[in-house]
C-alpha cells in the first residue's frame, strides 16, 4: 500500500543566527525542521513531506488549499511559543521568542485541513496550536501561572528521558495504543493548556492535573499530545506507535472508501 503523505510543519531559520560556524550561510533564511519528526514518520511507515514556508502567500486559500491536497495528514512540530494574540489580548509572561507568520501559516493549515478531512496530529506546540485553533487558550507560563512540583520544562535532562507520569483516559486513542492508564513521558514546555477548545476531550494528564493529550469528538484523527514522542521512540519503542495509529487510522479509511 502507498505510504500516506505526512505534511511536517516547519519553521524558519535566519542564516545569521545559526551561528559561528555557519557564516558561509548567514545572507539567507532556511526553512526547517528537526529530524526526529521526519525519522519518526518514516519509521511508522509514512512517507514526510516538510512543509515550505509560505511566508507572504499563506492567507492564499487557494495554494494553501493545493498544498493540503497534496498530502493525508499533517503533523504539527514543536518550536516556538504561540503569539498570545492568537488567544488572549496581551503577552504578560516569559515569552521571548515568537513567529506569528509560522502560527498563521498553521492555523490557516489546520482550517483548510479540517474542511478536507485530512488527518491532524499535534506535538508540543503543534498540541497547545490546535487547542487554539478550537477555541481553547494556554498559560503562558507554568512556573508563574500554577504551583506544581512537576518539572514539565526538563531542561536539564537529555530529551529522551522520562521526566513525569501521565494518566490516559479509558476509551481514548491514546488507551487503544498503550493499553495502560498510565506511562512516563518525556517534558519540554513552559507553557500548558488551560481551557480545552470546542469538542476536545482529554485523553492524558499529568499528576498535577495539566493536560497532556487530547482529541477531537467532532473529526476523526484529530489528536495531540504535548509530550515528545519523536524523541522517545528511539529509546522506548512503544512511543512509536502514536506515529503508526496515526498512519493506520488514515489507511483504514482509505480502504473503507475504495
Ligand atoms: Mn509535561
Redesign the pocket.
Known sequence: MVRPKILVSSFLREGYKLGKNFEMLSDFDYGMVSQNYVNAVLEAGGLPIVSPQIRKTYKDNTLMGELVDTVDGILLTGGYDIDPENYDKYSYKKIKFLDGIRDKQELKLIELALKKDKAILGICRGFQLLNIYFGGDIYQDIKQDLETEYL?FGGRFPKCKKI?PVSIEKDSILSSIFNQDLIEVN?F?HQAVRKLGDNLIKTAY?PDG?I?GFESTKYENVWAV??HPEIMFSYYPEQLLIFKEFLNKIKNKRSDQS
Request: proline share 0%; hydrophobic share 20%; aromatic share 12%.
Open positions: 514539565h513525569h517534558s514546555h499529568s495539566l497532556e504535548q509530550w
